[in-house]
């Protein structure tokens, strides 16, 4: 059974750093485009970042543009969400995403961020 798991999220200060990871398996990885999504209280599930399968290109919310990075070692079957100066606004809960060139797509269960002091 195909299985996303993340990782690295936590409690930190406005302007703080952190990475979250998404380990898959069992996956073809590289052929999977990764995303990073986020779900704040009230609020519904929004795009965060992706990252292709095919060129490794990347797109970005305009919230997170120039904070955050997403990028992807195939050979370890992860994906990373390195969030820089980060803000009140960024506390969610983030998820893990995969989806195959057929559509076929696959959810992780989320890793709570908090930006608080």
């Known amino acids: 059974q195909r299985q996303l798991v993340e990782s690295g999220g936590g409690l930190v200060q406005p302007g703080g750093s952190l990475r979250l990871s998404c380990a898959a398996s069992?996956?073809?990885?590289?052929?999977?485009?990764m995303s990073w999504y986020r779900q704040a209280p009230g609020k519904e599930r929004g795009l965060v970042a992706t990252?292709?399968?095919?060129?490794?290109?990347?797109n970005y919310a305009d919230s997170v543009k120039g904070r955050f990075t997403i990028y992807r070692e195939n050979d370890w079957n992860t994906v990373y969400l390195q969030m820089n100066s980060l803000k009140p606004e960024d506390t969610a809960v983030y998820y893990c995403?995969?989806?195959?060139?057929?559509?076929?797509?696959?959810w992780g269960k989320g890793t709570l961020v908090t930006v608080s002091s």
């Open positions: 069992p996956f073809t990885f590289s052929s999977y485009a």
């Open positions: 990252i292709t399968s095919a060129d490794g290109s990347t």
């Open positions: 995403h995969a989806l195959d060139n057929y559509g076929m797509e696959y």
